[in-house]
């Protein structure tokens, strides 16, 4: 019969094995702790204290595994979920920072318009089917990609009410001077990127660009920032242009002229580093039904 040492030292083994096979970050952070604790114990002259607390997160981790790669359908549709969400946040956050403008449609204003009528329905009204299909796109993949869903919801709810035009979330901030509201977006928008570059190592190069564009403007309007709670405004923060003016919408254009923003060279560009938009299905498909 195995120690109760042995038995901590095959599931840090098979802890660590799954690691390797880059399951949703939720679940990374999850078998991390497991490990950790898992060594802790190992360490400890009362390994058998541990055991209720062992069972228990083993327990757990397993529970999550089987909810999320246990069906086929169900995982394909959760990872496509949370591609959707990556590329959107790629996109809008390119168009925040540096300056490419974003004509947001398909499922990406799908999903828009899925959580303005959720945070605009009628209570009075049964939502079962909204609710479920809430939960179904939004709340899982946000939750598997331990992205903040306020932040996420805002830029979405702002892109449905615009219709999905373009626009920059960040622009009205400085045009406003409302401060403390641009501190909390550039530091939960660091906090994106940070999480999205750690899933996908290809983002590399677009990371680069788009922290360097939250650096820029973090650098112009404020002094100090060490949380969305505390910084101090620089004393050029009247300077309320984000973009230098030589850097227009326009010239992102393949014309040049004035009459709005071109958004054709802008989405070969933002093509180029995000790669090509796979179709995300907007529901379920049996793949095994069909014909």
């Given amino acids: 019969m195995a120690t109760v040492r042995t038995c901590v030292l095959m599931r840090i083994a098979n802890f660590e094995l799954l ?46 595994w089987k909810s999320i790669y246990a069906d086929m359908l ?32 398909g499922p990406a204003l799908s999903l828009a318009e899925l959580i303005a009528k959720q945070h605009h329905r009628d209570p009075r009204e049964d939502n079962t089917t909204l609710d479920d299909t809430y939960q179904f796109h939004v709340i899982s993949p946000l939750k598997e990609y331990k992205l903040d869903k306020d932040s996420v919801e805002n830029k979405l709810i702002a892109v449905a009410a615009r219709e999905g035009r373009p626009g920059s979330d960040i622009q009205p901030l400085i045009d ?35 922290l360097a564009g939250i650096s820029r ?18 004393p050029t923060r009247d300077q309320t242009s984000l973009f230098p003016k030589l850097f227009t919408w326009a010239r992102l254009g393949s014309g040049g002229g004035s009459s709005g923003p071109k958004v054709e060279n802008s989405s070969d560009d933002r093509q180029f580093l995000l790669g090509e938009d796979l179709p995300l299905p907007s529901f379920l498909v049996n793949l095994k039904k069909i014909e």
């Fill in 19 to 64: 690691l390797e096979q880059s399951p949703t970050p939720l679940l990374q952070e999850e078998l991390r702790d497991a490990i950790k604790l898992h060594r802790n114990a190992l360490e400890s002259e009362d390994i058998g204290s541990f055991i209720p607390d062992l069972n228990a997160v083993h327990a757990k981790i397993d529970e999550h």
């Fill in 74 to 105: 169900i995982t394909a549709s959760l990872l496509s979920g949370m591609r959707l969400f990556e590329r959107f946040l790629l996109s809008k956050l390119l168009e925040d920072y540096a300056n490419k403008p974003y004509t947001v449609s």
């Fill in 176 to 210: 406003t001077c409302d401060w403390a509201k641009l501190a909390a977006v550039l530091s939960s928008d660091r906090d994106i990127m940070i999480k999205l570059t750690q899933r996908s190592a290809y983002l590399v190069e677009v990371s680069k660009i788009i």
């Fill in 217 to 234: 403007v973090q650098n112009k309007y404020f002094t100090c920032l060490t949380s969305p709670s505390t910084f101090t405004l620089a």
